[in-house]
């Protein structure tokens, strides 16, 4: 890209509710550190976000700090790109409020994360998990960001995003940038293991059928040798073949080998010997994001220093652009 030329603006978040799994790293935070260069990169641990179902105050804490380390480990730059936690940066807050005033009760109501999760927890159906999607248009909005790469589940938050932005700049004059998602061709939606028809998720049963990032080598090997598959007995991609095209995404995520190398390399080979190689290819791949993250926890001192420059800076970028919205929007300026 030409020198004088402005870098493209990236946000994205995850939420600090337990350890990554391999479908967070691969569907988004395998990427944020590959766009480092190119684009001024926002990432956050979405905190607030994590609260619209109980937590554990000190568990949350806890959480936070780890899930700060671990972008850390998997590559995120704090010097390179801003890292910071959502709850330190008050505009989050504040944007959200404006915006769920130009959001509809009906557009809500169609957000399919809400059915479900409303659904897996019907004694806590509370108004922030109603209005969470509002609060990631603030994210995003916020900083103008003109990308967010997420995995395939977040798709309908950002449509809503994007209407919503549209709807405000209707109403009040040109403001907000209408965000794309930066969706991985290959790896936006990693399946259970134990059962490939579903997405793979910390909240999964069975959780043989989940792989965490700081699972060690004997854990992951163990959990892809008990990988649900097929009948059949080769190993190739094709329609109805759910748990092998999971395997072979996988497989081709972290060794950098394309399908048809992968068909050859096991050719004549059983669905044995390939769970074994994704296994391994999978633990060597994750082995350096572990050790980082077991140096990095244990320096508080350093993730503090990172996550408050991260802070001052989100808080810089977005107050300029949330000040304009409520000028806008017809509240007085602060003097
Ligand atoms: P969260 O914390 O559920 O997930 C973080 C990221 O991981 C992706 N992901 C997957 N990708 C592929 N396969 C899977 N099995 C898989 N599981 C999760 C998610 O798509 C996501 O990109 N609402 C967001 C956090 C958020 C955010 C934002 C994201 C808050 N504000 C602003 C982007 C921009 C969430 O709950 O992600």
Redesign the pocket.
């Known amino acids: 890209m030409p020198e004088n030329e402005k870098k493209k603006v990236i ?5 600090p ?1 337990g350890a ?10 395998k990427n944020w550190a590959k766009l480092q260069d190119d684009y001024d990169c926002l990432y ?1 641990i ?1 905190d607030m ?1 994590a609260i619209t179902v109980r937590q554990d105050p000190a568990k949350l804490r806890q959480n936070t700090m780890e899930a700060y380390a671990a972008i850390v480990a998997c590559g995120v730059d704090p010097e390179n790109s801003v890292a910071f936690i ?1 709850s330190h940066v008050p505009t989050h807050a504040q944007l959200n409020w404006l915006l769920a005033c130009s959001t509809q009760f009906g557009e809500l109501s169609r957000m399919t ?1 809400f059915k479900d999760k409303s659904a897996k927890h019907p004694d806590d159906i509370n108004a922030g998990l109603f209005t ?2 509002v ?2 248009a603030a ?2 909005l916020a900083y103008n ?1 003109d990308l ?7 798709k309908q ?2 449509e809503l ?1 994007r209407n919503v932005a549209q709807r405000f700049n209707q109403r009040y004059g040109e403001l907000f940038t209408l965000p794309d998602g930066y969706i991985p061709p290959k ?6 293991l134990a059962d490939p028809t579903k ?3 910390k909240s999964d049963e069975n959780q043989n059928g989940c792989i965490y990032i700081l699972d060690d080598k004997d854990t992951i090997i163990r959990k892809f040798k008990r990988a649900v598959t097929d009948s059949e007995t080769v190993v190739r991609y094709a329609e109805g073949k759910d748990g092998i095209n999971n395997l072979m995404t996988i497989y081709s995520v972290v060794t950098g080998k394309n399908y048809d190398e992968i068909e050859r390399e096991f050719d004549g080979k059983g669905y044995g010997d390939f769970k074994t190689a994704v296994g391994e290819a999978v633990s060597d791949h994750l082995k350096p994001v572990k050790d980082n993250f077991d140096r990095i926890i244990s320096d508080k001192k350093y993730l503090q220093e990172c996550y408050t420059r991260g802070d001052e800076a989100a808080f810089k970028i977005s107050r300029k652009i949330v000040s304009k919205a409520y000028h806008k929007a017809g509240f007085v300026d602060r003097t």
Not at 11 to 15: D, E, F, N, T
Not at 148 to 154: F, I, L, R
């Open positions: 946000l994205s978040g995850i939420q509710s990554f799994t391999l479908g967070n790293y691969v569907g988004a935070i956050m979405a976000h959502q994360q969470y999607p609060l990631m994210d995003i960001a967010v790469p997420v995995g395939v589940d977040q938050h950002l995003t790896g936006a939606k990693i399946m259970s997405k793979m998720s």
